[in-house]
């Protein structure tokens, strides 16, 4: 069953920092773009950072410039969301996400981070 497994997620003080980590599954084929998007409590989910499996390119949302840095192994088919300078308005359920040529979307099942204040 095509899958991403994500990881890292949990609860950190303000200023602090997590590493999320995300793996796709082998049978989700040519994957092109991979990326993380978060979903705050009562708020529409939102684009945290993505990443081209090609060339590497990035995209982040303007929230977490600076703070958040996306990255990938392509070899073990996984991306990473490194975050620093966590806020409280950073808490959401993080969900990661595996685009493909044919420009279908897999999810994840989400990871719960929360930082406290």
């Known amino acids: 069953q095509a899958q991403l497994v994500e990881s890292g997620g949990g609860l950190v003080q303000t200023g602090g920092s997590l590493r999320l980590s995300c793996e796709a599954s082998?049978?989700?084929?040519?994957?092109?773009?991979m990326g993380w998007y978060r979903q705050p409590p009562g708020k529409q989910r939102e684009l945290v950072a993505a990443?081209?499996?090609?060339?590497?390119?990035?995209t982040y949302g303007d929230s977490v410039k600076g703070r958040f840095t996306i990255s990938r192994d392509n070899a073990k088919n996984t991306v990473y969301l490194q975050m620093s300078g966590l806020k409280p308005e950073d808490t959401a359920v993080y969900y990661c996400?595996?685009?493909?040529?044919?420009?279908?979307?897999?999810w994840g099942q989400g990871t719960q981070v929360t930082v406290s204040s």
């Open positions: 996400s595996a685009t493909n040529v044919w420009s279908h979307t897999y």
């Open positions: 082998r049978n989700i084929l040519r994957i092109i773009n």
């Open positions: 990443i081209t499996t090609g060339g590497g390119s990035t």
